[in-house]
Every structure is written in C-alpha cells, then in structure tokens.
C-alpha cells in the first residue's frame, strides 16, 4: 500500500509540531505592553515603525524583483 512509511510519519511528525508550536498561550504573543505606567510606549512606537519600515521595503524589493523578471518593452520605459 504506502511505499514510503517514512514520508507519512515525516508529515505525521511536522503536523504534530505545528500542533504543538501554535497552541502556545496569547498572552506570550504579545512582546511589548504599551500600556500602563513602565513607559515602553515608546518602545512600543518605534518597533510599530520598524515594522512598517519592513513591510514597506518588503512591498518594494517584491516589486522590483517582479518588474527585472518581465520581458523587456520599449513601451514601458
């Protein structure tokens, strides 16, 4: 029936991890509290930017990788 036994407990394996990986609390997703009075506001703040800083470089280098990969127009430039 299976030819490959180990590739079914590879996937069983990983699935299970996975399983276990994302049963973990919410309370421990949550890196930085900006509330309250220990002032990681501003901690807060600049990894808010960072973050937007990431995605939007991410948007570009995405975008410049798919425009080098289309065929060269004349019309285009």
């Keep these: 029936m299976l030819r490959r036994p180990s ?3 590879s996937v069983a394996l990983l699935a299970l991890a996975a399983l276990l990986t994302l ?10 509290d900006a509330g309250g009075d220990n002032g990681a506001g501003g901690l807060a703040f600049v990894l ?5 800083v990431v995605i939007g470089a991410s ?8 425009r080098n990969r289309l ?4 019309d285009t430039q």
């Design 23 to 32: 049963a973990a609390p919410a309370g421990a997703q949550q890196l930085v």
């Design 71 to 74: 065929p060269k127009d004349d």
């Design 59 to 66: 948007l570009f280098f995405m975008d410049h990788v798919r």
């Design 48 to 52: 808010m930017v960072v973050m937007v």
């Design 7 to 9: 590739l079914v407990l």
